[in-house]
């Protein structure tokens, strides 16, 4: 069961980029297609917030319910910020 959902997990990190909402900030995020979601990872976002990119480090990674949480440091605030895909 634990190799069933580790597979799970990583086939939509390789192959498909991935559209969140951050629901501290109220904003849509999208993580790029081609980025390994892990934890201590460096990954680039587009922040369609403010419309930028940023480089983000992924501090966890929980899947529950059909959604997944990722959490990651915002290098602007220095905050530690969850983002839901579903």
Do not use: C, H
């Amino acid at each position: 069961m634990k190799k069933l959902m580790l597979i799970l997990t990583i086939i939509p990190t390789l192959t498909f980029a991935w559209d969140g909402f951050d629901y501290n900030n109220a904003k849509f995020v999208d993580i790029e297609k081609g980025s390994v979601v892990r934890e201590g990872n460096d990954i680039e976002i587009f922040d369609w917030g403010d419309g930028t990119y940023k480089d983000v480090e992924v501090q966890s990674v929980d899947s529950y319910g059909g959604t997944t949480e990722v959490e990651y440091i915002d290098p602007d605030s220095g905050e530690t910020e969850p983002i839901d895909w579903e």
